[in-house]
């Protein structure tokens, strides 16, 4: 691995880190970078093109930004150029995703970006492209995925979903379960069983599903943090037209496990991850009555400990992109990857608690004491980090048969 950058890759970071200074808005300066998929229902944007040519005629801050992305086809930056994209190669993707980790900026692009729309281009028809990837970009659609269901979690391959064919559409019924953001989504790319005969991987078949569409419920599942992210969603005699369906039918699962996301390497999580602790840091300066455990040997050992962990999630993503440069496709590298920064955020979120003991409980109340409370928040809600996008035990067993090549049980 070259840690140093050549004179051309050099030239790039700079040309990216100067396009951070001059168009990432006022207004959006200062905030964490967000995690997950973007969901600027308050962005207002319309569906015409024309809107994200001219950044200084948008006046919201968030369409602004867009607008400013989509002019050199930054909202896709891994997509061909003939779709929208800018088509960058692994490392320039590299850079620009820890350039705007390290400035703090929010991507734009969501699932529809990193997932649906790679899986089009390689998959669908020329109709579905034309229909779906330009809504994709300018934002005006939103797209939430159908994978979860109750009894298929980790084995998405379980699912049970059925889409029943009936003349020139699908009638599909079933439910699925930890839906990201559904309330909020206008579409959804989703897996249903075609065929319950064939083995549980044959039989299943990906469609492009309208949430506004009769028989389709959408229930938001509360979580320990108080939020509502996750979803569950019904469907009642749904009807998909067969066009909406991706690639063959019963062919589904080998379409929707592709690997499409070109940025594997995690680079923009730990980058997040120090960020994080140092924030936490900055806190315990100036806010030593709050900060009580700061004076402890334990936590003062524990943010080393952290710290150290956060250059080593750094270095493990500097060995994925390095193999994607020479043309090599992760795999157990990968989950290393998410099995190291999913473990060691829950460990950063213990250390807030311990940084800030009983205040860490105090929500509302005393604006003083209640700047504490969002590391209690915080550390509820990372019990999630190592269920989601793959429990830490479907990590261990792919390094485990991939990485060691130790048999299955």
């Known amino acids: ?52 040519r001219d950044p200084t005629k948008v006046s919201n801050p968030m369409d602004r930004w867009r607008a400013a992305l989509s002019t050199r086809g930054w909202v896709a930056p891994a997509w061909p150029k003939e779709y929208g994209g800018a088509g960058l190669d692994t490392k320039k993707q590299f850079i620009l995703n820890e350039e705007f980790a390290e400035f703090g900026a929010m991507n734009v692009g969501g699932f529809g970006t990193m997932m649906l729309g790679p899986t089009l281009i390689v998959h669908g028809t020329d109709d579905q492209k034309k229909e779906h990837l330009p809504s994709i970009l300018n934002g005006s659609v939103q797209w939430c995925q159908g994978w979860s269901e109750p009894e298929a979690g980790s084995d998405v391959a379980s699912v049970q979903t059925r889409a029943v064919k009936d003349g020139d ?38 469609f492009l599903l309208d949430m506004k569409d009769p028989g389709v419920s959408v229930r938001p599942l509360m979580t320990m943090a108080g939020s509502a992210i996750f979803n569950e969603v019904f469907f009642e005699n749904v009807r998909v037209p067969a066009r909406n369906r991706i690639g063959e039918e019963n062919r589904g699962w080998y379409i929707g496990t592709t690997t499409l996301d070109f940025e594997r390497s995690s680079i923009g999580s730990s980058v997040g991850i120090r960020k994080s602790i140092e924030s936490m840091i900055k806190f315990a300066k100036e806010n030593p009555t709050i900060a009580v455990g700061a004076k402890k040997r334990e936590v003062q050992l524990a943010f080393a400990d952290r710290m150290i962990e956060a250059q080593v999630a750094k270095l493990m993503s500097y060995r994925v992109v390095s193999m994607q440069n020479a043309g090599l ?64 035990e479907i990590q261990r067993n792919i390094m485990a048969q991939r990485g060691l090549g130790l048999p299955r049980d």
Not at 17 to 46: S, V
Not at 360 to 385: C, D, M
Request: proline share 5%; net charge negative.
């Open 1 to 52: 691995m070259e840690f140093n950058d050549s004179a051309e890759e050099a030239a790039w970071r700079k040309e990216v880190r100067d396009f951070l200074e001059k168009e990432y808005p006022d207004e959006f300066r200062g905030r964490a970078p967000r995690r997950g998929p973007a969901t600027e229902g308050e962005g207002g944007t319309d569906s015409g093109e024309g809107l994200f």
């Open 329 to 392: 496709v992760p795999n157990h590298e990968a989950s290393m990857c998410k099995l190291f920064g999913s473990e060691m955020q829950q460990r950063i979120a213990a250390l807030g608690v311990k940084l800030n003991g009983m205040y860490s409980q105090v929500i509302g109340g005393s604006p003083e004491f209640s700047k504490a409370g969002r590391f209690g928040l915080g550390h509820v809600s990372a019990v999630s980090s190592t269920i989601a996008g793959g429990t830490s």
């Open 169 to 206: 559409d699908y009638v599909i019924n079933g439910q699925k379960i930890w839906t990201t953001g559904a309330q909020f989504a206008d579409k959804m790319y989703m897996l249903a069983r075609t065929d319950p005969d064939a083995p549980k991987h044959r039989g299943i078949s990906y």
